[in-house]
C-alpha cells in the first residue's frame, strides 16, 4: 500500500515557506561565486516518492511516518490518503 500526502502552505510567510522546501525537497548550494556547487540533501531525496500533482507527494507506507512527522514538526497543514492497489487476476 501507498499513502498520498496533500500539504498546504497558505498563510505562512515566503522565508517559512521556503524553509520548509528546502528540507523537503533539499536544494543547490552555490559558495565563492557559484564556482562550487554542493548538493545539500532533503528528506525526499532519501525516500522513493512519486509527484501527481502540486503539493501533492505519494510514499510508500514506511516512510509515510517519517513524512507524517516531517509535517508536524513544522507546523504544516496535511491530509493523508491510504491508496490501494490492485492486480489484475
Do not use: W
Request: glycine share 6%.
Amino acid at each position: 500500500m501507498k499513502t498520498m500526502f496533500t500539504y498546504n502552505m497558505s498563510g505562512m510567510g515566503q522565508r517559512e515557506r521556503m524553509a520548509i522546501r528546502r528540507k523537503l525537497f533539499g536544494y543547490t548550494d552555490k559558495s565563492n561565486r557559484g564556482r562550487y556547487n554542493y548538493k545539500r540533501e532533503g528528506l525526499l531525496s532519501k525516500v522513493e516518492h512519486e509527484m501527481p500533482a502540486r503539493c501533492c507527494i505519494v510514499v510508500g507506507e514506511r516512510d509515510s511516518r517519517k513524512l507524517e512527522a516531517f509535517f508536524r514538526e513544522n507546523s504544516v497543514r496535511y491530509q493523508k490518503f491510504t491508496l490501494m492497489q490492485y492486480r489484475k487476476a
